[in-house]
């Protein structure tokens, strides 16, 4: 190793010496072959430090957080799955080794539907309560297609069925829902939603995610012809959003899907082996025609999901998943009983989490909970977002009384 | 080097799948699967019936997983060259880092909150925006190719912000396919550019594509082949021009650190591949990111939200001097004035993105100096000692041989008897039978001879031995054809064999 050099680059003296020696060079800059005029002389100015230095550095930095109760949700949570635990979940024959997350997810989901749509119809129709960042990323996804994204009206949490039949029409290529919603709700039409796109030939999208799938209706049998969502609800712990796009669609789409597939297949001595197939599809080989630009996926995180998912086992899973609907009906009855706050606002089953009305503006309210140590998210002038799950529960009744001491 | 490289003596024999019932294997999904019935205070209505997935004990669990590692060869393994994707040598302390509990936090936390999470992303982008001569830099892209989409978003805003519609992307044809299908996302059409006799850009046929329709050129540097491309001021002049953007793919800044950067090439725009360049794991196909850097023009057309410091009079300047250690900056996330808007549904792969701070913070100027000399001497010591013909130069952290009359795919799946990771095969196509090889800073003399000894003896190997090459490895020759005319893509379909 060179003193001052990268401690990963393990070249002993002797070693580089031979090296130069058998390629003919008195040292490595005279392998660069980089005219003079963009020639970089100077100092990055970054200090190199011992392993030990960067972990304090890293440390130090990062206590600057402070540390609150997190009863935060909306798309990203704190409890884990893989292709092949994917199929079972969602009933659709095919899933990818991975999206970046679930909106990107949702964002491919729109540019599979230019492909499979059967009219010359641009509509998406997605709900008017979307994590903005599901929307936003949407609306990057579909800006080089001919495709133009609506929202349809809501009603208590979940979708205005009634109100999307009437937006509906032959122009509508895809229509997404959610199950749970944005707001915790349980989509208990979703199979209504599923006959009103059929009957337009457009693609049902339901977004979901693996813990509620292991317990609610399976989304083919509601009609859902793809399935996205966030599969890293198990595998990794919250991590500032970092996630893994789940992508699941039925056989019929099986060539026009985005991203990498893995296959079973025999190989020369008869054994069972595994490849990644269909791969015609993709941008390495189909460059600007191929169905994704992705390449590197998240599949370190599926591995996680798996390996969860596995160990949890599917008794567990029901389980968990069970109490994500006792937790959010608990605490929701809980916070009913504050002085000044209303929960749940809408009649509905909730999963995780629910939507709370406060007297007071709620801004106000979430920052003297901050200050009490508990983080909630702000969804309405006098509408707080609460979310719990196994890893807060034993905060709660801190943050109940928290809650009646601020609420007023 | 050896001479007598032989893979009865050689190989790296690995573990294999054995479908025999009679013997102990830990096969997760067909082995042991669970039906439950799904009981909720759920109304029925609104539940499944069944669950059925895999049902196995932890001790059985960790036998499968580590079974299947031993059946995968890893950058820590072995020599791993696959070309152009700079698979390094992963820092085990970064997985620590990465974990640490202070960042496992909710990304709608507000700022005041996360102030740690805010600054260390602050100091990456500063890290990122010094190493690439860029002024600005958003953390947001997960992966290259989200990065890539980012970038050309951010060339097509710009535009539009000077009512200037423009339909084309130029891409050189040995360019990664993600270029071209990231420039066809955000609805470009993409002119594709014919490399010149010594590999490089030629200058009349990128004056021929190049027009007021163009958007932007997509390039490399150095380009796939290794090679530096030396007329790279004229080309971002040529660019500029007439009025395109110069996009900088970062898949080969590995071969640059310390000695050249994009900014000063006359980039404006730029990617890193965190995975590639600066040692964070590609965990098998991810999770990687992207981080993008812009000149100080394109800054207000970054994704939302962009993180700054502020209670240094620095609400303005996006990179730049950043507070160093004791210092009281404040951070905040703030939406720039003309952004592309989101990416990402959040900020982006946190951990790979802590991952990439310590690996940078680790190096240092030296240390980040010394990674780009050593891929370099790596590459060019490698190239020196193989048989096969290696018709480009002088190449960089990267060369492309030619298999010759050989099949380079036969002779890549050869060389993993060998126990070594063969390079990237048959692309880019200007090489016939091409053989594209990285081998990092990561390798010692010695793998470099083991791997030099490995390809001059799958070169003196026979067509009918390469034909049904591998023999030592999991998985012998896979029947491609099959698996895409019958896909299994499920253990319920295996199951109804």
Redesign the interface.
Known sequence: M?A?????????DA??E???S??G?DD??A?????D????DG?????????RA??S????????????V?L?G???Y?HYVP???E???TGL???N??M?????ALGEAA?LATRVRSTSGSRVLVPERL?K??R??L???V???DLAVETYPMDDGTADVEALASLADEETVMVYAETPTVRGA?E?RADEIGTLADDFDAMFVLGSDPVAL?????PA?LGADVVVG?AATLG?????????GLFACREGY?RQVPG??????????G?????L??Q?R?????????T??????????A?RTA?H???L???R??EL??DC??RA?ELAARVDGVDGVRAPVHDR?HFREFVARTDRPAPAVADDL?AAGY?V?VVGDHEIQLCTTETNEDALDGFVAALREVAR | MTDDADPETFAYDQARWTDDDERYEPLLSEKNTDAVEVETSLPDELTRDELELPSLSEPELARHYTRLSEMNYGVDSGPFPLGSCTMKYNPKFTEDVAVHPDGLVHPDRSADTVQGTLRLQYELQDYLGRIGGMDAVTLQPPAGAAGELTGILVAREYHRANDDDRSEVIVPESAHGTNFASAAMAGYDVVTLPSGEDGRVDLEALAAALSEETAALMLTNPNTLGLFERDIVEIAEMVHDVGGLLYYDGANLNALLGRARPGDMGFDIMHYNVHKTFATPHGGGGPGAGPVGVTAELAEFLPDPHVRCVSQGDTDRLSGQSPREGSDGTYERYTPDNSIGKLHGYAGNWLVLVKTFAYVARLGDEGLADASAKAVLNANYLAEQLEYEVPFGPFHHEFVASAGEQDAADAAKRMLDYGVHPPTTKWPEIVEEALMTEPTEAETKRSLDQLAAAFNAVRGDDEETLETAPEWTAAGRIDQVAAARDPELSWQALDEE
């Open positions: 060179t001052n050099g990268s401690p990963y680059a393990p070249h002993t070693d580089r031979a090296m130069l058998a390629v060079a490595e800059e392998l660069f072959d980089i005219p005029d963009v020639r970089f100092e990055f100015g970054i200090e190199a430090r011992g392993e960067v972990r550095l890293v440390d130090r930095t990062l206590s600057a957080n402070d540390d609150l997190e935060l909306r798309g990203h704190d292709s092949m635990v199929v079972e979940l024959g095919v899933a080794c991975s970046y997350d679930a909106a990107t540019t994590q960042g599901r936003r990323v609306d990057n996804y800006s080089g297609h349980i208990e292991s317990v609610l209706e399976e049998s966030d990794v712990p919250t991590a500032y959003g970092m996630g893994i099986l990498r597939l893995v296959g079973a297949a025999g190989d020369d001595t054994r069972r082996t595994y490849t197939t269909l015609t993709e941008q390495h080989i189909r460059r600007e025609r191929a994704s630009n992705i390449c590197t996926n998240q599949a370190w995180v591995l390996m998912a596995a160990w086992g599917p008794d899973l029901v998943a069970g609907v006792e009906r089953h901050q983080a998210h």
